[in-house]
């Protein structure tokens, strides 16, 4: 997830990144936004209903940025760094290096996001109603939002966004805010990390399908409290509780496949001889010799018995047929400076994280200056299939 999408900018050294899914919510927001402006202020010209709606979107970033700051300035007060914000469909992101070492710690930095959210929310709302007297309140409400100014119109707006942002967020269903609440609670009473992560991922999932169900019987024309009937908010429930569920589900693999890799060495799993060729070596001969007749995918380039580069499938699809006798690996190589490598006692569970952040499917192992191996990517699954038991655990 932190490689997609594109960097806005920079807060507290965080980087801050949109995710592409981003742009087709602010499109749904902002054209949301100019009908309801325009049914509920018949008097506003086109300009201002879409001026209001740009606006109010660009405040809705604003928001869930400050939602998702909140967790990262906690994660960083306690030591943990961040990366970078996301913010993608339904909110954000922080790609917090570590997870937090002790229940406290979890509850905290999880805690305090949908706090952020519920506190701007509340303050937002009582500043509007307190700027417009009890005539809202008591008032009938259509009649109430029809005599707000444009300015007023945002802040009830963007107040109940925020509420919103922060209810959904405390669901109690791992990996929302409110599963990691439950988790970290979970975490305190068992003492057993993995316990509570499958305890708060499973009551995600129910959570999950439980909305999937009640959209389904909403677009059939049940009323389900709160949330009414119809096709449209009926296929809006079931289509977050599958995302809700879907991201319970990885979420859960990536923390328990993360938990039996910890301690782990990358030697108990890398490929110890890996085929390598001379930096002189031609394409033809790299084919020949190596590509056909393994199912490697990658082949190490020696100088002198020290890595020089590395020479993958791709790179040799690049290079056309007639030019594979007069072209070197060493032209098409990625040089070994701009390789990740990994070292035979670094944390296997470290390595996976190298390999799914940079999207490599193979990383040189590396000691003392020497290669030593090739920890590749389905290695690491081969290694976790016939530990398969203890994944389930
Ligand atoms: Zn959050």
């Known amino acids: 997830m932190s490689r997609s999408g594109f960097r806005v900018g920079r807060i507290f050294g965080i980087d801050i990144r949109l995710d592409w899914s981003w742009l087709l919510i602010l499109l749904l927001v902002v054209w949301n936004l100019s009908v309801t402006f325009s049914s509920v202020h018949p008097d506003w ?17 604003g928001s869930v940025l400050a939602h998702e700051l909140a967790h990262s300035l906690v994660a960083k007060a306690r030591g943990i760094p961040v990366q970078s914000i996301t913010l993608f469909l339904f909110g954000g992101v922080s790609n917090i290096q570590r997870e937090p070492e002790s229940p406290g710690g979890e509850f905290v930095m999880a805690v305090l996001g949908p706090i952020t959210s519920l506190v701007l929310g509340g303050a937002l709302l009582t500043a509007a109603l307190a700027s417009s007297g009890v005539r809202i309140a008591l008032s009938d409400a259509t009649q109430a939002l029809k005599q707000m100014s444009p300015l007023l119109t945002l802040v009830v707006w963007l107040g109940s966004i925020n509420v919103t942002l922060g209810i ?69 429930l079931a289509f977050i509780g599958w995302f809700l569920n879907s991201a319970s589900v990885q979420s859960y693999q990536q923390v328990i496949i993360h938990d039996v890799l910890e301690g782990v060495p990358v030697s108990r799993m890398m490929r110890v001889d890996p085929p390598v060729c001379s930096s002189r070596c031609t394409v033809s001969r790299l084919v020949h010799d190596h590509i056909m007749g393994t199912d490697d995918q990658a082949f190490p380039i020696l100088e002198e018995g020290r890595l020089a580069g590395l020479v993958t499938l791709e790179d040799v699809r690049q290079v056309g047929r007639d030019a594979w006798d007069t072209t070197t690996v060493q032209e098409i190589m990625t040089p070994v ?23 490599v499917r193979q990383l040189p192992v590396m000691s003392d200056g020497n290669l030593v191996g090739l920890l590749r990517r389905r290695d690491v699954i081969k290694w976790l299939q016939l530990h398969a038991e203890s994944i389930r655990g």
């Open 168 to 236: 959904f967020n405390l669901i109690p269903g791992f990996p929302l805010d409110g599963g990691r609440v439950l988790r970290s609670i979970l975490w305190a009473v068992t003492d057993d990390l993995q316990r509570a992560t499958r305890w708060a991922a499973w009551v995600g999932q129910t959570i999950a399908w439980l909305m999937i169900l009640a959209g389904i019987a909403m677009t059939f024309g049940a009323q389900i409290p709160f949330f009414g009937t119809g096709l449209g908010g009926g296929l809006w």
């Open 45 to 61: 010209g086109v300009g201002l209903v879409w001026g209001a709606a740009i606006v109010a979107a660009l405040l809705f970033f």
């Open 337 to 359: 400076e701009k390789l990740i490598v990994t070292s035979p006692d670094e944390d296997a569970g470290q390595a996976l994280d190298k390999l799914s952040s940079t999207d």
